[in-house]
Every structure is written in C-alpha cells, then in structure tokens.
C-alpha cells in the first residue's frame, strides 16, 4: 500500500498538537485541528489550516469522544488521524474505528496496541522475545493470602503496577507485609478510575534504577531500527520531567544489546510505527523490560535532535506506507541533547498544577535551543487537562555544553502568572550528582527533600518590591538612566529601564511581578 496523506486531522490539543500541526506544514500536509470550549482561542487552534468545535471543556465530553471526531474527520475530508500522545493515542477501540471508518491512524494497528497497552501481555510477548524481564507475577485481586505469597516469593520491596495504563497510576511501592493488602486496594481503585480497568499485578522493585528507553521506527514491510536511547529518571510521582540523550551511563555495547531487544519485540509483535520500549537499568548495568508505548513519546524531540531525524515526518511516511527511508547504520547520534519539561505547577507545594492566565510570555533562544510550546502571552491554562506548558530542548556539542546552555536558556526564559518549573529545572542542572550523571530515579526526593528550588515567590516579590522603590527614588532625583544597551533620548530610556527591571523580577518558577 501506498497511500498519499494530504490532510491530517490532530486530535489533541496544547504543544503535541502544535508540534503536528508544524510537522504537517513541513511535509505539505494541510492540518484539521479540534478544540473544546475552553480551547477556543488555544494557540494549536490558531495554527491549523482548518478548526472545528469538538465539545466542553472536560475530555470525556470532547477530545475522548471517538464518534465526534471521526465525524470531523470525515466532515473536513481529512485522510488521517494523529492522536499525538495521551487521550486517545494508545485507544485500541479508536485505532480500530479509524480503521473501519477509512482513515489512516498514524500509529500501530489496532490490535498491536491492545496486545501492548496490556503489560501484563507485554510482558508475555517480551517473554517471547527472549527480553530480560523483572521478577513479577499476576494475581486474583480478590484473593489477598494469594498476593502476599507472591510477594514473599519475590521479595520486598515490590511494585504493584496497573495492567492498562501507565504515567504513575495505579503505582505503588511496597516495603513490608504489613502495608500491602491496604496499597493493593488503593492502586486497584486508582487504576480503576484512571483506565476503567482495576488489574493490577506485581514486580520486584529495582531499588535506584535507571529509567532508560530505545525510540523505534518500523514499516509495514518487517523493517524496524532503533535511534539510540533517552534517560529519563528525573520524574515526580513517577512521571518524567527531564530528559537526555545520550544516557550519561551508556556504552556502545550496552547500547547495542538495548537496541536489538527492543528491535525483537517491536518484530515479534509485528509492530509498524514510532514507538518507545522502555528498560530499567541497575547500578550493574543489567537491564529489564518495562513496557512498551504504542505512540509519539513527550520526549521525542530529544532523539531528533541528536540524530537529525524528524520522528513525526517519518510517522507520515510510514503510515503512507512507505518503506524506512535509511537502514540502522546509517543511524548516528551526535552531541548530547536535554528536555526540561515546563509545567504550569509549583515545584514547592509537591507539584501542585497552577492555573490561570499566562500574563508574560517570552521563550529562550540562540545557538541549540527549540521550543516546542502550546501557549503564548494571554493563554488560559485550564483544569481539564494535563498543565504542561512547553518542552525546553537543548543541544550541545557534549553533555558539559548541553547542561550549560540548558541553564542559560532557563535564565532567559519569562512566564509570569502563575507558577512553574523553571526553577525546579534550574536547580536539578545546578546540582552537583546531575551534572556528574550520578543519579536514579529517586534523584528529585533524594536531592530535594525540602522541596526549595531556586528563589522562592517571597523573594522575588521582595525583589521586586527593591526595584521599584529604586526606580521611584530615582525618578524624584530626576536621574537619567539608560536602559541596557541603549542611548538616552527623548525620556525614552524610562520605559526601557522599568521593561529591564520587571523582566528581572519575574519569578523564575512563575510568580506575578
């Protein structure tokens, strides 16, 4: 099959749709996006070439209604879906209705992603694959005195984890006998409202592990490579939120292993796409297979740019059913890439969303900095969905470079009106074990167990505060200042002055002026 993709219906919303919506105008696709009603003037609403309303605000009431969307699709004559990732990017009912709708799902088969959306059928299809897996067993939930038998044979502490889903939910550790009759119940309930599905099962928990993952490509002629791998064990509640590439503990033959492994799952499950298999490492350099996710990856772009590959042009073009445009050696990772994610949350209050309105706006930029951002000055950040804001990616020559241009980049970058990560992520490349790449994923509790992240709100408020009562006191002193770089002339050079001062007094995690 050969089919041409000239219009592209993205069924997500904030910087994934935007992301789309780019990668769509490079490849002379024309995008359809969607949007509900608290997204009416979403910047991903502005870019696409065609909009349509999909629902309220909540999204069970709009961007997870399947039958409104393939009747956007069919009503804009657009020939594929993307669902980007997160809603419905993983729904095998929704892949499947697509497909008997006649319309391209950019991503696996509708059967692939069930039988890979289910771990605890991934774990029997990594089996297969002869993947080195943690010790872990399924249990009758009904059944307790079961479970704790299990675990005493695996040994504390272990890991319950939610069959259908992933992103921390339905995800508990477990020291001792004592507390796990009491985290089963809690996790199945979780995973319940989080997936619809209260099965969860049991793993022994790898005790500091390296959360590290292999980007694939395969076609639907059996073809599938590998492009090198990303770290990602600096997460909060078990949720990534930076990222780099190359891993800092990686070998060329740890690599490789890595990398044929995840290429004999992706065949034995005759997958055809992008996707992600993800590893836990030990401090032995052992690895186990995690799962696999059956969609773009919020860090995508760190592989793209340490590889030159545009993932989603290739989605495109493997959903047109083209063959891989180029062979596994001809894949070369060059320089050392890092994402910061930027959340709209306050890392001090245990990463609490913050919502609101984006009242300043100002993004990094210079030599190997992207931004893959969902917002601009005057954005809503709503509480119907997930607050990530931007994705801050940098590149360097190697990772000292990447870390250092990482931390100018956050220096420069402006948000005002509600809380971010910014600081947090200032303070996490500052860190000494970071920057030495010593570390796991227990990093953010190990290394913050107070919670402080560079400057707290007071602070800058304070600072704030400092400044314009200097620049009041100067203004009855009839002083002439100059803004930074600039000539005096014509009273001009106030306004540059009080813009100076009010850039410098914004809250690096976000706070108002």
């Known amino acids: 099959m050969d089919r041409k993709i000239k219009k592209v219906l993205v069924a997500n919303r904030g910087e994934i749709a935007v992301r789309i919506i780019r990668g769509c105008a490079d ?36 961007y997870l209604v399947q039958d409104k969307i393939i009747e956007i699709a069919k009503k804009s004559k657009a020939d594929a879906i993307h669902p980007g990732y997160g809603f419905l990017a993983e729904n095998a009912e929704f892949a499947k209705l697509c497909e008997t709708s006649g319309i391209i799902f950019i991503g696996p088969k509708s059967e692939t992603i069930a039988l890979l959306g289910d771990k605890l059928e991934a774990r029997k299809m990594a089996i297969k694959a002869n993947l080195p897996l943690v010790p872990g067993a399924e249990f009758d939930n009904s059944n307790i005195s079961e479970v704790e038998s299990i675990a005493e044979k695996i040994g504390y502490p272990v890991l319950i984890k939610a069959a259908a ?48 993952e292999i980007q694939i490509l395969a076609d639907m002629y059996g073809s599938a490579i590998y492009l090198g791998e990303r770290e990602c064990s600096i997460q909060r509640r078990h949720q990534k939120v930076i990222e780099e590439s190359p891993c800092p503990i990686m070998t060329p033959e740890l690599l490789k292993k890595m990398g044929e492994a995840a290429v004999n799952i992706v065949k034995e499950s005759k997958y055809v796409g992008a996707g992600t298999v993800e590893f836990l490492v030990d401090k032995d350099l052992n690895f186990y297979f995690l799962e696999v996710n059956t969609r773009l990856q919020v860090e995508h772009p760190v592989t793209e740019m340490v590889t030159g590959i545009d993932i989603v042009r290739e989605q495109f073009r493997i959903a047109e059913g ?3 445009s180029f062979k596994q050696d001809d894949v070369r990772q060059n ?41 601009v000055a005057g954005s809503q950040i709503p509480i ?13 020559a190697n990772r000292t470079e990447a870390i250092e241009r990482t931390l100018r980049a956050l220096n420069e970058y402006r948000i005002s009106g509600l809380s971010t990560t910014i600081g947090f992520a200032s303070a996490v490349m500052s860190n000494k074990n970071f920057r030495k790449g010593d570390y796991a994923t227990d990093f953010v509790e190990k290394e913050f167990p ?52 009010r850039s410098r007094s914004i809250n690096r995690m976000g706070g108002s002026r």
């Not at 003037?41 to 696409?48: I, S």
């Not at 402080?452 to 602070?459: A, E, V």
């Open 165 to 212: 889903g992933g992103g921390g939910k339905g995800m508990r550790v477990v020291e001792d006998k004592e507390k796990l009759s009491e985290s089963i119940k809690s996790a199945i309930r979780e995973a319940t409202s989080a997936f619809g599905d209260g099965r969860v099962y049991l793993e022994k928990y790898v005790i500091k592990p390296r959360h590290v």
């Open 450 to 501: 107070e919670k402080r992240f560079s400057c707290h709100i007071d602070d800058i408020k304070q600072k704030a505060a400092i400044s314009a009562a200097v620049f009041e006191y100067l203004g009855r002193q009839k002083v002439t200042v100059n803004s930074p770089g600039k000539k005096a002339g014509n009273g001009s050079t106030k306004n540059g002055w009080s813009q100076y001062y």
């Open 322 to 324: 083209k063959k891989l």
């Open 27 to 62: 490849a002379g696709i024309k995008s359809v996006g969607i949007y509900s009603e608290c997204d009416r003037t979403a910047y991903h609403a502005r870019l696409a070439d065609e909009v349509y309303y999909v629902g309220p605000s909540p999204s069970i009431e709009s």
């Open 384 to 396: 119907y969905y997930d607050p990530m804001i931007a994705k801050m990616v940098v590149w360097g």
């Open 335 to 375: 320089g050392h890439a890092i994402e910061c994610r930027i959340y709209a949350e306050n890392p001090e209050q245990g990463f609490m969303p913050s919502t609101g309105t984006i009242e300043q706006y100002r993004e990094p930029s210079g030599p190997g900095v992207r931004v893959d951002a969902g917002v």
